[in-house]
């Protein structure tokens, strides 16, 4: 699971590189992890792409929260009632700007005994998109979308891996209705992306 990525542009490059308004978000550059502010891009009505801050992490369904969910971070089942009815409707769907993304060996390393970080990027793309989806039930908050890892991802960790979206699929993921836009969730390229240790946890 997907529980860091880094965003290392700021709002004007993120809103260049991704055809977005930037506005008046301030981001300056830097880490994601769940529990903090970062900018996601939505479309509005006029069908004009905006940068705006959200929280990653949208509140847990009422059961959960009841007995202390957490915010929940990552969209797995795609078919869940807690977000079927949001991913139907194309204006709650959002692109979340990415410059690489972080995932954990499953096993740790036998010479240090730590589980070591893999970075991930795209050579082709210094600033792409995962597939999001926002609420503003109690806080503007979104969520990742995730599938099954590609090759790559797998040799580090076989369990998930978040949506990357095609540059050409940007605007299908904001536009198109959920049958069209629920094609696009399906692992990235191996071949298209990178890999490097960024050290142990």
Wanted: hydrophobic fraction near 40%; charge should be positive; charged fraction near 20%.
């Amino acid at each position: 699971m997907t529980s860091l990525y880094r965003l290392d542009a700021s709002a004007a490059q993120i809103g260049g590189a991704l055809h977005a308004d930037a506005g008046e978000d301030p981001w300056p550059g830097g880490y994601m992890t769940p529990g903090r502010y970062g900018p996601v891009i939505v479309r509005g009505r006029d069908g004009v792409r905006r940068l705006v801050p959200r929280l990653w992490g949208v509140p847990p369904p009422p059961a959960a929260a009841l007995t202390g969910g957490a915010p929940v971070a990552h969209v797995r089942n795609v078919e869940s009632p807690f977000w079927i009815g949001t991913l139907r409707h194309n204006e709650f769907r959002c692109l979340v700007p990415v410059t690489s993304f972080q995932l954990w060996s499953q096993a740790p390393d036998p010479r240090t005994g730590k589980r070591v970080a893999h970075r991930f990027s795209l050579p082709d793309a210094a600033i792409f998109a995962f597939a999001g989806i926002w609420r503003d039930s109690e806080v503007a908050s979104f969520a990742l979308l995730t599938c099954e890892p590609n090759r790559l991802v797998a040799s580090v960790n076989p369990r998930t891996m978040p949506v990357i979206l095609h540059a050409e699929d940007h605007g299908r993921w904001l536009r198109a209705d959920w049958k069209e836009a629920q094609r696009l969730v399906a692992p990235y390229p191996s071949q298209a992306m990178t890999m490097d240790d960024a050290g142990p946890r």
